[in-house]
């Protein structure tokens, strides 16, 4: 268990604003990731998620800047680089990530061969584009595709699920250590979606991914693809535990709104309605002292809003509440949705 | 009340010509029923947005006929009478409004829609209680753009309109999949309270049968620009005749389901 490919040590990232503010979008993150595991992060819009990615991947691009904390891999800390050398060094070697918009993230004026060849190049300065294209043909044919008909293709000759399939190809061709997924699937319809993951799937059995962390907003999804899950609200994780965990047995109540928010076509589920979480994220600008889910939850007490929440460890996962004891007994009382 | 808002007959719908046409909707027949919230649920390119774009007037017929209320679309050489009773929320609410104009100044304006404008005041009223409707204090919006909202706000507003202009049938297009899954609970809440409140018919389109079980008085199933399958949604979804169905409603990652089967 204790083999981490990725250890991420109380990370800190923050925006700096035109007016000189400074947003803290990630604030005080620490987790780690084992060897041949898929870890789900789960977080509505604007908690951090997509901050963290770049957090993770080293790119920090003004007005993003780095805080304070650590990333390693295998072992090597990732922080301190500049842009040219994290992207000789990190990306795509050590980490990768497959973006959201996988549908347009195709240069649209160049063929898929010379996208992928400037991958490697970039790497391996010096090769001969013919030792380069076998090598295409060669992985493009294990992720499932007519390799010499890709290779040969503009994306936009290529369909919806094939294009997905170039984009994942291209993100794993240097066999990174650690893979990041963003909301791979966030755009696609439920059917291309299961493809997608099958597709992940297959690529960790056959060894090109080995480690993952799957960034999404449906929980349900975590349910079948992580091992773990870390909820992230406003910068901070708030629970992360086992997949069961934190989906049949959440101890946070965000994560119990989040799931409550969340809707199946299970047949006889009409009756369970739905709640969507009202209200809005807190400001990161100032910090916050309290619980910064306090204004939105439902069960919060007078106490709430002014004590600090620590990540401590309660019926065998990590939780950020002060009553993470009592609160499946408090929701149940009031008679709020259990998946 | 039985009164029919919507009835095809053999609706066609192709694209392009020769080797190269594509046909986006394929002799399709139905009824969409007064007051009534229909789904039409398909993969993505099944042709339930040109379906859905032929309702609005925003395409034509290649073939066959689309009534609303008894009479052919299109009969009328001013599209805005046909725009008055059917009104559309579509996929991405950032696009629809202008960047560089006020949310409310932009709601405002869509009086310009009907034949008489009614007073300053009254369109100030009537802007802030749509407001209210979809849940957002009118002070929360003064003097902001749409770039300074959120897409579950932005979403909200376009909705707010639709309770301004208060049409006869809404033709709603994936107006979740932009939005968070915690706030798409709300985006059908409001749906289902023009329906109840204003007694609007809908038509939803999605991708997720899941969604539409949810809202929908009935479903239709579309794939490759047939509807497949039609129904009230219990019958669709614990008893689905056809194997599109099946697939569409095994897609849908469930919490107590095996989804992908896995070797490793």
């Known amino acids: ?339 | 009340m039985t009164e029919l808002k919507f009835e095809a007959k053999d609706l066609s719908r192709t694209f392009g010509h020769g080797k190269r046409q594509v046909t986006a909707v394929d002799r399709v027949t139905f009824s969409i029923k007064d007051r009534e919230i229909v789904s039409l649920v398909g993969q993505s390119g099944c042709g339930k947005t040109v379906l859905a774009k032929m309702m609005l007037r925003l395409e034509a017929p290649s073939s066959g006929e689309l009534k609303f209320d008894g009479r052919p679309i299109g009969a009328e050489s001013d599209p805005r009478k046909h725009w008055r009773k059917v009104q559309a929320v579509f996929q991405d609410p950032f696009s629809a409004f202008n960047q560089f104009f006020t949310i409310r100044s932009q709601l405002k304006s869509s009086f310009t829609l009907f034949e008489t404008k009614p007073s300053d005041k009254e369109m100030e009223e009537r802007v802030d209680q749509a407001l209210l409707a979809v849940n957002i204090k009118p002070k929360e919006v003064e003097g902001k753009f749409p770039f300074e909202l959120s897409g579950g706000q932005m979403q909200r507003m376009l909705l707010a309109r639709i309770f301004i202009l208060r049409p006869q049938v809404l033709i709603a297009d994936e107006p979740t999949s932009m939005v968070d899954a915690c706030s798409r609970a709300s985006i059908l809440d409001y749906l289902m309270k023009l329906k109840e409140e204003l007694s609007m018919t809908i038509v939803f389109v999605t991708h997720d049968i899941g969604l539409a079980y949810y809202v929908s008085d009935s479903i239709f199933i579309m794939h490759q620009g047939k509807i497949v399958e039609q129904g009230p949604p219990d019958q669709v979804t614990q008893s689905p005749s056809s194997d599109v169905t099946k697939q569409l409603l095994d897609d849908i990652p469930n919490v107590h389901r095996p989804w992908i089967e896995r070797v490793a």
């Open chain 1, 1 to 339: 268990m204790a083999d981490p490919i990725l250890e991420v040590d109380d990370l800190r990232l923050h925006y700096l604003t035109r007016f000189g503010e400074k947003i803290h979008a990630v604030d005080g993150v620490t987790f780690e990731l084992q060897k041949g595991e898929i870890l789900g992060i789960a977080g509505e819009s604007g908690c951090g998620k997509t901050t963290l990615v770049s957090g993770l991947l080293g790119l920090y691009i003004p007005p993003l800047h780095h805080t304070s904390g650590d990333v390693r891999i295998d072992g090597k800390s990732i922080i301190g680089m500049n842009v040219e050398q994290n992207r000789e060094q990190v990306l795509g070697r050590q980490v990768a990530m497959i973006p959201q918009g996988a549908l347009n993230s195709l240069n649209p004026t160049r063929k898929v061969k010379d996208l992928a060849t400037d991958m490697i190049l970039s790497h391996e300065q010096g090769l001969d584009k013919k030792v380069v294209y076998e090598r295409l043909r060669e992985r493009f044919g294990r992720v499932g595709l007519d390799a010499e008909h890709v290779l040969n293709s503009y994306p936009v000759a290529l369909p919806a699920g094939t294009k997905q399939r170039v984009v994942i190809g291209i993100s794993t061709l240097l066999n990174p250590k650690v893979v990041i997924a963003d909301e791979p699937t966030s755009a696609l319809d439920v059917s291309t979606q299961k493809a997608v993951v099958r597709l992940l799937f297959e690529l960790m059995d056959q060894e090109i991914i080995s480690s993952m962390l799957f960034i999404t907003h449906e929980l349900p999804l975590l349910r079948h693809v992580s091992s773990r899950i870390a909820v992230m609200y406003a910068g901070e994780f708030v629970e992360l535990g086992t997949t069961e965990q934190v989906i049949f047995d959440g101890h946070q109540p965000y994560t119990r709104a989040l799931m409550g928010s969340m809707l199946s076509a299970e047949p006889g589920q009409k009756t369970k309605r739905p709640v969507a979480i009202e209200g809005a994220p807190p400001n990161l600008k100032n910090p916050i002292s309290g619980c910064r889910f306090a204004e939105r939850c439902p069960v919060a007490r007078l106490d709430c809003p002014s004590t600090k929440q620590v990540l401590r460890i309660v019926a065998g996962r990590e939780v950020r509440c002060k009553y993470a004891e009592s609160t499946a007994q408090t929701l149940g009382d009031m008679g709020a949705s259990a998946p």
